[in-house]
């Protein structure tokens, strides 16, 4: 059974840079798409972006200037960097598989999330 | 950005009962529909893909209906673990958007 778990700090200081790490177990990072997805709170889902099991990577325009992604294939974990954090970062950040056939991509399987405050 | 229009925002039910939730995109999407489950504290779990594929495991109790547009997520014969949220994502075009979820009571 494939698991996703998401880990990092609780709570960001305003201005620093938000850092979470998604582990993977019971299946490969390829050749599967993983994504970084928000949730504000009062707020509905934002998808953050992917990244590919080759390493490339697709942002939300909407934070594209402040984000990064990585991949670490020999530890089974993917990894997500929001620069300049504001209060507006604040959510519960998931991650989750995307798996492609017969031309379309779907998520399939999520983490349970984690809540980081951007706080002083 | 493609809008999701997902109603109701929530929705009292019975055990037995069968209820039906509805997604608007605010452009078509074809058929590049998803629908998932979230209770407190879990992850979210896959229930439907290209609006109507049900991921292997989930209960033939759930369907999923429409394209284009519209599209809505039924539950028949609902049980107590079916009482949660769910919300309803479009994967046509990015950014990938999601509806703003319902809330499954129970009555």
């Known amino acids: 059974q494939v698991q996703l778990l998401e880990s990092g700090p609780r709570q960001v200081k305003p201005s620093e840079t938000l850092s979470l790490t998604c582990s993977v177990s019971g299946g490969s990072m390829s050749p599967f798409f993983w994504n970084w997805i928000r949730q504000s709170p009062g707020k509905g889902l934002e998808w953050i972006g992917y990244?590919?099991?080759?390493?490339?990577?697709y942002y939300n325009a909407s934070l594209k200037s402040r984000v990064s992604m990585s991949l670490d294939t020999s530890k089974n974990q993917f990894s997500l960097n929001v620069d300049a954090v504001t209060a507006a970062d604040t959510a519960v950040y998931y991650c989750?598989?995307?798996?492609?056939?017969?031309?379309?991509?779907?998520?399939?399987?999520w983490g349970q999330g984690t809540l980081v405050i951007v706080s002083s | 950005d493609i809008q999701m229009a997902q109603s109701p925002s929530s929705l009292s039910a019975s055990v037995g009962d069968t209820v039906t939730i509805t997604c608007r995109a605010s452009e078509d999407i074809g058929n590049f529909l998803a629908w998932f489950q979230q209770k407190p504290g879990k992850a979210p779990k896959s229930l439907i893909f290209d609006a109507s594929t049900l991921h292997s495991g989930v209960p033939s109790k759930f369907s999923g209906t429409g394209s284009g547009t519209d599209f809505t997520l039924t539950i028949s014969g609902l049980q107590p673990e079916d009482f949660a949220t769910y919300f309803c994502?479009?994967?046509?075009?990015?950014?990938?958007?999601f509806g703003e979820g319902t809330k499954l009571e129970i009555k």
């Open positions: 989750g598989r995307e798996v492609c056939s017969r031309g379309t991509c779907h998520f399939d399987y």
């Open positions: 994502q479009q994967y046509n075009i990015y950014p990938y958007t």
């Open positions: 990244i590919s099991y080759t390493g490339s990577t």
